[in-house]
Structure formats: structure tokens, C-alpha cells
């Protein structure tokens, strides 16, 4: 009896297993959900960082152009009121890459 019950619960548990097996291949495989791009805003915001502002938004950028699920809209830059080179760092970036300056 007890050899029985052992193997009924091996059984109960393989058939369970094999049910989350096709489970997973359903929804990974058939029942994938068409996801839509996100709109995107995103909104930087800079002051006295001029030592580290051109590698942020170089590989800001770089990471941003790679990424193809996202639909940006809009990247806005805002210096606020910064006493060093930021706004002239700043500025030859937007030349280089396409987002919107904005000085407070």
C-alpha cells in the first residue's frame, strides 16, 4: 500500500510538472502580448558638473539610440544656473545630439 502511494505521488507530481512545462511554453511561445512603444519624456536635469556631463550624455545617448522598444519624444536638458563650463558643454552637445537646452 505504502509502494502505491509513493508512486501516485511521483505520478501527481510529473503530470503537474508536464501541465507548468506547457503552461510556460503557451505563453512564452503562442500567447506573447504585442507590447507598444512607450512615449517617452525625460527631462535632465545639470548644474556645476562639468567633469562628468559630456560622458553621462555621450553614453546617455549611446544606450538611448541602441535601445529600439523605446519611442522617446523628448529629451530635455536643463542647466540650472551653473558657474562652470556646463552650459558651453552643453551646448556642443546639441549640436552633436538631437534634445532641447534649457538654461533656468
Not at 501527481?12 to 512603444?37: H, N, Q, W
Not at 545639470?46 to 555621450?58: A, D, M, T
Request: glycine content about 2%.
Amino acid at each position: 500500500m505504502l509502494e502505491f502511494l509513493c508512486y501516485s505521488f511521483i505520478w501527481i507530481c510529473a503530470i503537474y510538472g508536464f501541465i507548468e512545462i506547457l503552461k510556460i511554453i503557451f505563453y512564452t511561445f503562442i500567447k506573447t502580448p504585442k507590447v507598444d512603444k512607450c512615449k517617452i519624456h525625460i527631462i535632465i536635469g545639470v548644474k556645476n558638473c562639468e567633469n562628468n556631463i559630456e560622458s553621462f550624455l555621450r553614453t546617455f545617448f549611446y544606450k538611448i539610440l541602441n535601445c529600439q522598444k523605446l519611442d522617446i519624444n523628448e529629451i530635455v536638458v536643463v542647466d540650472m544656473n551653473s558657474t562652470d563650463n556646463t552650459k558651453k558643454i552643453l551646448k556642443k552637445l546639441n549640436e552633436d545630439y538631437e534634445f532641447e537646452y534649457r538654461e533656468l
